[in-house]
Each structure stands twice: as C-alpha cells, then as structure tokens.
C-alpha cells in the first residue's frame, strides 16, 4: 500500500459517498487529511490525522480560508482531491432555468476553480503537489435531459 506520511491532502465533498471512502484510504495510508464539507466533523472520521474543514467552496475568499486552514493545521499542502459535485437533470437546453445553470456552475465548475486557485500558491512554493478532480461519467457519456449538469 501507498504510504502518505508527512502528506497533507486536502479532499473536497469529504463527507460524501465517494469522499468517505477517499477520506478513509488517504488516512489508512498516513497522510494527514483536511476533509471539507459543510457538515463535516471530527467524529465523521474518529482518526488522528483527520481535521475537519466545515465550509462551502462558493467562492474565492472562501476557498482561501480552507487553504489557510489546512495550511495552519499541517504546515504544507502536497494535494487536493476535489470530489465535490451536484446533479440537476430531466430537462433539455430549452426548458433549464438560470438558477439551475448557476447551482450547477457553483457546485461543478467554480468550486474546483476556486479551491485549486487557492492551493496553486503553496503548492508552488513547495515546489511540489498535485491535484486531482473526480468529474462525472456524464462528461464521456452524455445523455439528453441534462442540459444543467
């Protein structure tokens, strides 16, 4: 198994279906891992090495704190996995009205921006780090009635 000691990762939508489990083998293989979520919690994942990041990327400032948090927490930054995602789907182009585009923009577009626009600067100053978005199958096989998505 891949060891991460003296790893920090920071793990987007850590709380979610695919976060858990993404949280719980980055722990297992000894990084220390800031999850975000907007619930998240210390008891979500009752490990040492986990610190929670309660928080939602909408926006740059926002993105920033979790950064600074993390960066206050571990004292590096070596990756980003952006897990967080959201689905609106059942309708064509026509018929999708703006608040679903933005939500959709906000939860599968900005976020990802705005949390790896944060964490390029420390990742750089390290001179190392990488970062890792999980995107959709949707994005290979699109399907019709999911304009927004």
Known sequence: MLQLKDRAVLITGAKGG???YVTKAFLCAGAGVSGVSRSIQASDFDHPGFHPVAAELAGGEAARKVVDSVL?????????VHL??????GKGVEDTD??????MLDMNFRSAFYIFR??????????????LAIGSRAAQ?????????
């Open 18 to 20: 695919l976060g858990t």
């Open 72 to 80: 206050a927490k571990w004292n590096r930054l070596d990756a980003v």
């Open 84 to 89: 967080v995602g959201g689905f609106a789907g």
């Open 98 to 103: 703006d608040a679903t585009v933005e939500r």
């Open 118 to 131: 944060a964490a390029l600067p420390a990742m750089r100053a390290q001179r190392s780090g990488r970062i």
């Open 141 to 149: 096989d699109p399907q019709s009635g999911l304009a927004a998505y």
